[in-house]
C-alpha cells in the first residue's frame, strides 16, 4: 500500500475548514439480544466459543419472528434523554437491505425514518477546559452484526485473505447508533474534539449503566466521517468515514490524517472519493474500503414483523426521573470540592479511577489520601499484576487504610505493607495490622532505649546535635527506624533525640 502524500497540518488548516460527523454505536448490556431470547454477550462480557449463543431468529430462520426486547427500549430511551433528545412519540424499525457475510439475513433490523431520539445536543469539554456543544441528529436502535475474521492476507483484511470465518455470537447484539450532526468550528483542535466527544458518550453511557463501554472489546465503536471545504466555500466537502476506530488516540490520529491526506489531494487538483476507510493502528495511516453506500441504496422499507412501539409519557417522565447526574458536571463538582489542579484531576480521570476516588471519599478519607493512594501503590501493584486498580483494592479499604494513618496507628511504610496483606487477602487494614503486628510503637520507654543506643553507637552525631546541629538527628532517626523495624513515629522519635541530646 503506497503512502499517499499528506499535507503539513497547519497548511491544510489554511486552505480547508474541517468538518466532521461522528457515529457512536453502542452496545447495550440487555441478558438477552435485541429480537430474540437468546443470551446477549455484551451482558456477560466474556469470550464464547464462536457461534454458540445464536439462535433462530438472529439467523432469520423460517419460520421466526423478531420480539423487541423491553429492556434495550427503555435503555434507549434513557440514552437519548441524556443526550438531550426528544423521544418519540411513535418510533418504528425498518429493515436495511445488503448482502455481506456476517449479516445472516441479508439485512439489518435497523431504525430509519422514525428513530427513538432525534435532535440533541451533548456538551464537550477539552483537555483546557473549552467547551463544545455538538448537536445531536438522531439515536436509533438496531441490531449488531455477526463478526468476520479474515485469515492471511494483509491486517487482517478480506483483500489477500485466503479464508474468512464468521462468528454469528454478536449477531442481534442491541445497539444504538448516535449520530451528530456535521460538527463545525474544531478548527486545529478537531481531532481532539472527536476523540473528546467519543470520551465524553462513553462517560455518559457508563453513567447509565447500560453498557458495559469498553472500547477494547467493541462495546462501543466510532465511524468518523471527516471532509474538507475550501476556506469561504458553503458547501460541504465529500467526506470519507474511517470505520470501527476502537480507541480515543486512534480517533484523534485517524481525523488528523484524514485531513492531511484529503487536503494534499485536493490542493493536488484531485477529488475526493466518498468511501468507507479502514484505520491501520500500526502504520497511522487509513485505507480505501468500499464505496460508500447512500440511504437509497439500503432500500429501507418498513419492518413488517414488528408493530410501531409507542413510549407513553408516564415511562418517559420516570426514565428522565432516574436519569443520574451528567458526568460532565460531576467531574465539574468534584474538581471543585477536592481542589484538585488540572493536571492532578485529569491524572485521575485518565487513569479511570474518578468513581473509585470519589467513593474513597464518600468512605471518609481525604481526597488527596485517595488520589495519592489509587495513583500511587495501589496502580503500581496493578500494573505488575496487569490488573485496574479497582480489581486489587476496594474504595473502603482505601479509606480504612487512610484511617489507620490518621490516627497514628501506622505510618506511611507500615500503610504499605498493610495493603500488601490486604490485596493477599488476610482481611481488612484493620485486620492486618493485627496480625501482622504492624502498629506504630508509641510507648516511649522502648523508644528511648532505642535513641540512647543510637546515640551511644555515634558520638560524632551526639555532638554535632548539640552544637544546635539539629539536622544531624535524621543519622539517628535512621538507626532507630531501622531498630524498631520501621514501626516507630519519626516525629516522636526526632523530639525524644532532641531531648536526650540535651540531657546528655
Not at 464464547?48 to 432469520?60: C, I, M, S
Not at 418510533?91 to 430509519?112: G, L, V, W
Not at 471545504?229 to 490524517?257: H, M, Q, W
Request: proline share 5%.
Amino acid at each position: 500500500m503506497a503512502k499517499p502524500e499528506l499535507m503539513d497540518y497547519d497548511k491544510a488548516l489554511e486552505l480547508y475548514e474541517p468538518v466532521i460527523g461522528l457515529e457512536v454505536h453502542v452496545e447495550l448490556a440487555t441478558k438477552t439480544k435485541m429480537f430474540s431470547p437468546t443470551p446477549n454477550p455484551a451482558y456477560e462480557n466474556n469470550d464464547k466459543d464462536a457461534n454458540t449463543w445464536v439462535g433462530p431468529v438472529d439467523l432469520g430462520l423460517p419460520g421466526t419472528l423478531p420480539v423487541v426486547n423491553e429492556q434495550a427500549v427503555h435503555y434507549s430511551i434513557s440514552l437519548g434523554l441524556a443526550l438531550g433528545c426528544e423521544i418519540a412519540e411513535t418510533t418504528t424499525f425498518a429493515r436495511k437491505n445488503y448482502f455481506y457475510p456476517d449479516n445472516p439475513k441479508n439485512y439489518q433490523i435497523s431504525q430509519y425514518d422514525d428513530p427513538i431520539a432525534y435532535d440533541g445536543k451533548v456538551e464537550v469539554e477539552l483537555q483546557d477546559g473549552t467547551v463544545f456543544f455538538v448537536d445531536i441528529e438522531r439515536a436509533h436502535m438496531e441490531e449488531d452484526a455477526g463478526k468476520l475474521t479474515h485469515v492471511g492476507g494483509n491486517a487482517s483484511r478480506i483483500h489477500g485473505a485466503s479464508s474468512s470465518l464468521v462468528d454469528y455470537n454478536r449477531a442481534g447484539v442491541p445497539l444504538v447508533e448516535i449520530v451528530t450532526k456535521p460538527i463545525f468550528g474544531g478548527e486545529d483542535r478537531t481531532p481532539e474534539l472527536a476523540a473528546q466527544y467519543v470520551s465524553t458518550i462513553r462517560d455518559i453511557v457508563r453513567s447509565l449503566g447500560i453498557s458495559r463501554a469498553q472500547m477494547e472489546r467493541g462495546n462501543l465503536r466510532c465511524d468518523a466521517n471527516v471532509s474538507l471545504r475550501p476556506r469561504g466555500a458553503e458547501k460541504l466537502g465529500t467526506r470519507t468515514e474511517t470505520k470501527n476506530v476502537n480507541s480515543f488516540r486512534s480517533i484523534e490520529r485517524a481525523v488528523r490524517y484524514e485531513i492531511q491526506r484529503q487536503a494534499a489531494i485536493l490542493a493536488g487538483g484531485g477529488s475526493i472519493q466518498q468511501e468507507t476507510r479502514h484505520w491501520h493502528e500500526d502504520t497511522g495511516r487509513t485505507s480505501s474500503g468500499r464505496p460508500k453506500s447512500d440511504a437509497d441504496d439500503y432500500r429501507y422499507f418498513p419492518e413488517p414483523d414488528l408493530m410501531p412501539i409507542q413510549p407513553s409519557a408516564e415511562l418517559v417522565q420516570e426514565l428522565r426521573d432516574a436519569l443520574p447526574e451528567q458526568p460532565v458536571l460531576r467531574r465539574r463538582r468534584f474538581k471543585q470540592d477536592w481542589g484538585f489542579g488540572d493536571q492532578e484531576f485529569q491524572d485521575i480521570v485518565n487513569g479511570g479511577l474518578l468513581d473509585a476516588v470519589a467513593e474513597t471519599v464518600a468512605a471518609g478519607a481525604t481526597a488527596a489520601g485517595a488520589r495519592k493512594w489509587w495513583l500511587g501503590e495501589v496502580s503500581r501493584i496493578a500494573n505488575e499484576r496487569g490488573n485496574h486498580p479497582t480489581e486489587v483494592a476496594t474504595p473502603e479499604q482505601i479509606a480504612q487504610l487512610e484511617e489507620l494513618i490518621a490516627d497514628g496507628t501506622v505510618n506511611d511504610k507500615l500503610a504499605r505493607q498493610v495493603l500488601e496483606g490486604v490485596i493477599a487477602g488476610e482481611g481488612s487494614p484493620r485486620e492486618v495490622v493485627e496480625s501482622r503486628g504492624l502498629a506504630v510503637v508509641s510507648d516511649d520507654g522502648a523508644l528511648i532505649a532505642a535513641i540512647d543506643e543510637a546515640l551511644a553507637a555515634q558520638p560524632d552525631v551526639l555532638a554535632k546535635i548539640k552544637d544546635g546541629k539539629v539536622q544531624a538527628a535524621g543519622a539517628i532517626i535512621g538507626a532507630v527506624m531501622k531498630a524498631m523495624g520501621g514501626q516507630a513515629d519519626a516525629k516522636r522519635v526526632r523530639e525524644l533525640i532532641l531531648e536526650r541530646a540535651a540531657s546528655n
